[in-house]
């Protein structure tokens, strides 16, 4: 490990932190960046004023400011010396995988600042389980494909990951996905983790992907880069994980910055989300009666499996599909909830079985810690279950497998006591923090006691650099075809943002039929950063994406049209039917703020820079002229 990073400034016996901090941020804002070519922003100089402010007193800040204020440049250089000061890394969490690498990528703001202040930042990502590769289902793997793709894959892993004799001296990290680019999403589902298997229990584990580069992102000293849903899944597992002697996903941190932070309720939601496959309590009581255990015991883990497998049935066949998601809704009905109830009430027997089995000794006190913590889970999703105004839940369904979701509706208690008691500093930055520059909402839905707060408007002149028009349609063939038309006009340089996966595949498929000039790119075809990049350098082109209204950031000639196929109508699913049914006004309180926040955030992919101008063009279809006309007076 390297020695420990100092300060790029020094103080004195008798000098303050917070004296000299002010002062270097002074020094940088007003003479080295301008000297390197960096405008110097009135923007920038009040909000280092207020983040300041935060570290100082260990505060929770919403930092709203508009795109090109610099705020990301700001929050960095606060974050990186406070992070030495402590001895701490900061982490900063990122709606998804995409703005992770806007950050860290050649070019990004952290490349910036270590060019200008010729600094050298220790910053390193802690990315979610999917990212890597699974070793227990690509090595069998190879042995019946001929997917040339995944043999590709299979041929970079290293010799050590293979050879158990090797000593772990040896070891270095392998398997992101982003080191396999050429891998579709669907052929990444065949290789990457899989949430059936059980990792703990994995002859690889010690050599594989995820425990290395956990391995090496623990010890970053400055900063730590991850998602709001990885983030989320290590304050939920933080408890768990050191009662079986693990360590927690992340270390301490000196403080924590959640860029794009009006994202990070759902991904607290998501975070602890219950999800129950059919196969997996089956297998964990069929390994439970495989063991010594009394008779008593195992007719009663028989009875909840046939019990099990009767309330899936009910479930599956009841469960209804629902147009543009792909979660299927389930009624709410006696049957099912009867079924739950006794389920639940034959769970918590076993549990109590289980401790008689283990003071017995019949079977082995790693299994019971297995089988305990397993029924624990399943016996609390159903509690949410059986509560209406507690859980969302949904059926989802692929050829192999079926899965039960119970997601809790309200997370604020949680995040109040898991997060914001820290006595640390915690920075919300987004373009899109406040409702009018009224920051309740999020304060409330997050569990946020006392805040600090400021809003900075966008220094670029968007009405001299961006045209905005609309469009109506009848069909999806009259929409497509003045999609494409508009495309050609612009001679590519356009990005495509569609309301959902399956409105782009239906673009897709219509497209196919058609004669282009320009490479088309879709979201899922390669691993993300690859597709952005080649839309960003292998001009011209068009990008189609379903995810991407927020975190592109692809200044200059690449991007000078952001086409927006349809309004974007939250999805019909579970989770925004149970927002709607405890609204007063579903339409004003749920819908309208989505739709808003989503219009705001695909517009904003346009203009990255004071150079860059543009056309935004959003089609609507014929009936939607009300709720566009709610938009524009919102």
């Known amino acids: 490990m390297t020695g420990k990073k100092t300060l790029p400034f020094t103080i ?4 303050k932190f917070f004296d000299r901090l002010g002062d270097y941020i002074g020094d940088v804002f007003y003479d080295i960046l301008p000297e390197k070519g960096f405008e110097l922003r009135d923007e920038q100089i009040f909000m280092a004023f207020q983040l300041e402010q935060a570290f100082k007193h260990k505060r929770t800040m919403f930092a709203e400011a508009g795109v090109g204020t610099g705020k990301t440049i700001v929050y960095l250089l606060y974050a990186i010396c406070y992070a030495r000061y402590m001895g701490k890394p900061v982490i900063i969490s990122c709606a998804d995988e995409t703005l992770i690498e806007q950050l860290v990528k050649e070019g990004g703001d952290i490349d910036k600042l270590e060019q200008a202040l010729d600094l050298e930042v220790d910053v390193r990502l802690a990315k979610a389980r999917e990212n890597y590769v699974c070793m227990k289902k690509l090595d069998p793997l190879v042995e019946k494909t001929n997917d040339e793709d995944i043999l590709a894959v299979h041929d970079q892993i290293p010799d050590f990951v293979f050879d158990q004799g090797v000593s772990m001296q040896t070891f270095y ?41 956990r391995e090496y992102y623990r010890h970053a000293q400055d900063i730590i880069i991850c998602s709001h849903d990885f983030y989320m899944e290590h304050v939920w597992t933080k ?75 009910v479930i599956t066949s009841s469960a209804v599909r629902i147009e543009g998601s792909d ?20 769970v918590e027997e076993l549990l109590e079985q289980l401790v008689f089995d283990a003071e017995l000794f019949t079977i082995d006190a790693y299994h019971t810690k297995i089988i305990e913590e397993y029924l624990e889970f399943f016996s609390y999703g159903l509690s949410i279950l059986l509560n209406d105004d507690e859980g969302i839940y949904w059926l989802e369904q692929d050829e192999m497998n079926s899965s039960l979701v119970i997601m809790p509706r309200l997370v604020e208690n949680v995040l ?33 006691g006392q805040y600090d707060s400021f809003s900075v408007d966008s220094p670029f002149d968007y009405e001299s650099n961006r045209e905005i028009s609309f469009h109506s349609y009848q069909d999806s063939d009259e929409r497509f075809k003045g999609i494409k038309e508009q ?11 569609f309301r959902s996966e399956g409105d782009m595949n239906d673009f897709r498929q219509w497209a196919k039929k058609q004669s282009w000039e320009y490479a088309m790119l879709y979201e899922g075809d ?64 749920i819908d309208i703020p989505y739709m808003m926040l989503r219009m705001k955030q695909g517009v904003g992919r346009l203009i990255r820079t004071e150079s860059d101008s543009g056309v935004v063009r959003i089609w609507q279809h014929a009936t939607d002229t009300t709720v566009l006309d709610s938009l524009l007076n919102s």
């Not at 270390?251 to 759902?266: K, N, Q, R, T």
């Not at 939601?269 to 390994?287: A, D, E, M």
């Not at 495309?487 to 943002?497: A, C, E, F, I, T």
């Not at 927020?550 to 019909?572: C, F, H, M, R, T």
Request: aromatic share 10%; proline share 5%.
């Open 526 to 589: 390669q691993e993300i950063s690859e597709i952005v990049r080649r839309f960003q350098y292998d001009i011209p082109s068009i990008l189609c994406a379903y995810h991407l209204w927020e975190g592109l950031d692809i200044p200059g000639k690449a991007l000078s049209q952001v086409i927006i196929a349809s309004l974007p109508y939250p999805p019909n699913d579970p989770v925004f039917k149970a927002k709607r049914k405890h609204a007063k006004n579903s339409s004003q309180e």
């Open 487 to 497: 495309l050609n006009d612009n001679q590519g340089h356009s990005l495509v943002l």
């Open 12 to 15: 004195s016996k008798n000098e």
């Open 327 to 346: 979660r299927l809704e389930i009624p709410r009905s006696e049957p099912l909830l009867e079924m739950a109830q006794r389920l639940n009430g034959m």
């Open 416 to 448: 109040r006591e898991e997060v914001f008691s820290q006595n640390i500093p915690f920075i919300f930055s987004s373009a899109t923090l406040s409702q009018d520059n009224d920051f309740s909402y999020l304060q409330k839905s997050l569990g946020i």
């Open 173 to 213: 990290r392998y398997g992101d996905r982003k080191e396999y680019p050429w891998v579709s999403d669907q052929q990444w589902e065949r290789i990457g983790w899989d949430p059936l298997k059980q990792c703990a229990t994995c002859d690889w584990r010690h050599r594989s992907a995820q425990t290395l580069n």
């Open 239 to 313: 408890e768990s994980r050191k009662r079986e002697g693990q360590l927690p996903l992340l270390p301490e941190a000196s403080s924590v910055i959640f860029d794009e932070g009006h994202l990070l309720e759902f991904a607290a939601q998501k975070g602890l989300t219950y999800r129950f496959n059919f196969n997996n309590i089956t297998s964990v009581l069929t390994g439970y009666t495989g063991q010594d255990v009394r008779e008593e015991s195992l007719q009663l883990a028989e009875d909840i499996l046939s019990l099990h497998d009767e309330w899936f049935d």
